[in-house]
């Protein structure tokens, strides 16, 4: 049966209509969220009871509990939901029967981000690999060795090298450190470590940092790079711990030359936290080379440990800024440049090219996305492309470019300055009504006003559960509807929010 192998014995599912059921939310499961991240958090599940409107559900360990019970439950809820109109909350327990050894070591696991299951869907990342709890029931220890780290690198694009990165002044800076690391300190003498990358979504910092990869692997096949992102560098460490090889992991991992992570704001727990520090110490003390990226500066990463922010922060700090009108341009040229290799017929005129430029200034991700639209457009209906025809292909991309993004850290200023309170005090664990409120209503506006998810929220205000970010969510709602001072009060903020 799925699973037994790393949750020992699983209990008989319920029989009848409750079996039944359960057996179609299965499925829909796995139709939803894939094989690979079904096996890995659902395969041990089993329904326990339905009563009450109430469906209690066991797994075989506290960690795994923690994660579905942050993560899944909205989508269990729904699901069951769809099959009972009668079911109105979903319970997580864990199984009284005695459990492995191996499962006392998940149990020790930190809770991890949703997204370790599976990159962004955004940022593209190569075949996407999965880490299986499944192979973490390894009953002998698995020496971590340097090879065997090498080989569960995050996967590199091939296309994201130096040469196709497109300069300009937003990114110059950073692009030229890049040069100079994948070529080596011999080159030019001048070093610097860590080398810290930050900027928003789509501005090319995974780009950079693959690319650095990419270069020093094919002029420098010599020296050990290793790339990963945060979510695996975490995954790792956790299947080290469940094969009993977590001081092999640290070793090998310390034997790499040039190491890169990226996305470290997604980087929670202490013990990991820790590991890292360790780990980005030894490099560093050791004269190896390390590169993090992240979507904004270290003293802004209010998740990690106060240490692990403060070693960041040592090296040279290199931001990657939005892309002003000739760098816009020039990513546009560069994108229609590759997509005539494959259709040579493939034309933009260029008041097409001026609209793509004119109104989306965002995210170079944005600016390739929409040419690959006209692209997709035009082979597919043979309509030539117009500017008629951009303004309705593009139409839903501009319009979610239009809006400027507010940060949650924007969101904490704001709302602390607005209330006389410090942001500290936003963040941290003082329940007093002045404290209180204005926390509250910072939460509401960062759901209401950034695409971040509540688990997200609630760890950018402190570590909080993604229940106490909904609670807070919904009492503000409530109260605005009816509370006409309120209601001014929220639209003030958003107001200072906007300029």
């Known amino acids: 049966m799925a699973g037994t192998e790393l949750y020992g014995s699983e209990q008989e599912p319920a029989r009848g ?54 993560y899944y439950r909205d989508k269990l809820t729904a699901l069951w939901q769809a099959e009972s109109g009668q079911v109105r909350k979903i319970e997580v327990v864990v199984r009284t029967a005695a459990r492995s ?18 990159p962004r869907a955004d940022e593209p990342r190569g075949e996407a690999k999965v880490i299986r709890p499944a192979s973490f029931a390894a009953a002998a220890p698995a020496p971590a060795t340097t090879s065997a780290i090498e080989d569960a690198a995050s996967p590199l694009d091939s296309r994201f090298t130096l040469g196709t990165f497109v300069e300009g002044a937003s990114n110059r800076f950073a692009l030229a450190a890049a040069r100079q690391l994948a070529e080596g300190p011999r080159a030019s003498g001048v070093s610097f470590n860590p080398l810290f990358v930050h900027a928003a979504v789509g501005l090319g910092k995974t780009h950079l940092l693959q690319a650095i990869a990419n ?34 992991f640290k070793d090998a991992l310390r034997g790499i030359d040039v190491l890169l992570i990226d996305d470290v704001q997604f980087l929670h727990g202490k013990q990991l936290q820790q590991e890292f520090c360790h780990t980005v110490n030894s490099l560093i003390d050791g004269a190896r080379q390390v590169v993090v990226a992240a979507d904004r500066p270290p003293i802004e990463l209010e998740t990690l440990d106060e240490r692990v922010r403060s070693r960041l922060a040592g090296g040279l700090l290199v931001e ?29 005129p260029e008041e097409v090219s001026d609209y793509i430029v004119r109104n989306i200034a965002t995210s170079g991700r944005d600016l390739e996305g929409a040419v690959t639209r006209l692209l997709g457009h035009n082979q597919l209906t043979g309509a030539p492309i117009s500017l008629a025809m951009a303004e309705v292909t593009l139409k839903d991309l501009i319009r979610g470019t239009d809006q400027r993004k507010v940060k949650i850290e924007d969101i904490q200023r704001v709302v602390a300055k ?20 204005p926390r509250q209503i910072a939460m509401f506006l960062a759901k209401t006003l950034t695409l971040r998810s509540l688990p997200e929220i609630g760890r950018r205000f402190g570590g909080r559960d993604h229940t106490t970010v909904l609670h807070a969510v919904r009492k503000v709602e409530g109260l605005v509807a009816t509370d006409e001072a309120l209601a001014q009060d ?3 903020l958003r107001r200072m929010l906007d300029n």
């Open 17 to 70: 209509g409750d079996g039944d059921a359960w057996a179609r939310v299965r499925s829909r499961l796995k139709a939803e969220l894939g094989d690979e991240v079904f096996s890995c958090w659902f395969a041990g599940m089993n329904l326990e009871a339905i009563e009450n409107g109430t469906v209690t559900q066991s797994v075989p360990s506290r960690f795994l509990k923690s994660w579905i019970s942050t």
């Open 418 to 437: 607005h209330y006389n309170v410090s942001k500290q005090d936003l963040l941290s664990s003082r329940r007093t009504r002045s404290i209180v409120w």
């Open 101 to 118: 050894r191996t499962d006392a070591v998940v149990e020790a696991a930190p809770k991890l981000p949703l997204r370790a299951v599976s």
């Open 320 to 348: 990657i800024g939005a892309p002003d009108a000739a760098l816009r341009r020039a990513i546009v040229e560069r994108r229609i440049e590759i997509a005539r290799l494959q259709h040579p017929n493939f034309t933009v």
């Open 215 to 248: 270069e020093i692997r094919e002029k420098r096949p010599e020296v050990k790079v290793l790339y990963l992102t945060a979510e695996q560098f975490m995954y790792r460490f956790v299947q080290a711990l469940q094969s009993n090889s977590a001081i092999a």
């Open 490 to 492: 929220i639209e003030i």
